[in-house]
């Protein structure tokens, strides 16, 4: 195995039925940065019931005011993210097309400015794995890996989106994506 090809970076990671009464039971994490120090995701499938401006202090663009705030995981709550894609996007830091940002100047900056093809999702906290841990929850068959697209980051129905991947990878994971959260019921 490569360097490169053990690091899970622009990669999807949905829980595999293993993290039931976890904060990431049915979550589907982007992987925005995977290396020997660790790596940092955002849940892109948790909406909260808060629009951006509730949760910021500052006189937001109305169009990035309105948009909806994701918990993207357990560290950190009042940390903001963000990520984005448009047509043109030549400094990509999560894969082609796809960026990561902190700043709230730069999201200022992309919510005074117009793009048809922009697409912007905002977070509050995220998801942190220490050197090997996210390794070591992998060997434990605790995450199912699928490619990240543009489209599946963006998907207009997040709260579905676990079950919409598991349905397409065949069988064994369609019956894990009907499964009911509590089995005993079933």
Known sequence: MTAKSKFLKGQLLLDAGELGGSFFARTVVLICQHDAEGAFGLVINRTTDKKFSEV???????????????????????????????????????????????????????????????KLKTFAGYSGWSPGQLEGEMKRNAWITHPATIDLVFDPEPTTLWKKILRTKGWKYELLAEMPDDPSVN
């Open 56 to 118: 910021v202090d500052a006189k937001l663009p109305e169009a990035l005011g309105d948009q909806p705030l994701f918990l993207g995981g357990p560290v950190q709550p009042s940390a903001m993210s963000y990520l984005h894609t448009d047509a043109f996007l030549p400094d990509a830091n999560v894969f082609s097309g796809l960026s990561l940002g902190h700043s709230l100047d730069t999201l200022l900056e992309l919510g005074e400015g117009y793009s048809p093809t922009r």
